[in-house]
């Protein structure tokens, strides 16, 4: 099992219950998987660096996880279809 960092971007119009949702569908993606969530941080509302979908601002979430090596190609495959997440990265620490 690796160690793994998980940064998303949900577009900053969404509902509070959006953003919960959509944060409690990435953790049992990455637990479905076997992977073990360790932390979930709400960074909250930023300037985004370039326009993305016509949006200015987005809510950052950030997720630290373990997972076999096979997970985050697996996960970033479902997060590149899952509607609401403008962009994400994963990445070994």
Same mark, same amino acid.
């Given at each position: ?17 959006? %953003? ?5 569908q990435?953790?049992?993606?990455i637990?479905k998987?076997?992977?073990?969530i360790?932390?979930v ?12 979908? %016509? %949006?200015?601002?987005?809510?950052y ?11 985050p190609?697996?996960?970033g495959s479902l997060?590149?279809?899952t509607n609401n997440i ?5 990445v070994a %620490?």
């Amino acid at each position: 099992m690796k160690n793994y960092e998980l940064m998303y971007i949900i577009p900053s119009q969404s509902t509070d219950e959006e %953003k919960e949702a959509l944060i409690a569908q990435v953790n049992s993606m990455i637990e479905k998987d076997g992977g073990k969530i360790e932390s979930v941080e709400r960074v909250g509302n930023k300037k985004l660096a370039y326009e993305i979908q %016509k %949006k200015r601002e987005g809510f950052y979430v950030l997720v630290n996880f373990t997972a076999d090596a096979n997970v985050p190609n697996r996960l970033g495959s479902l997060l590149a279809i899952t509607n609401n997440i403008l962009r994400y990265i994963i990445v070994a %620490k």
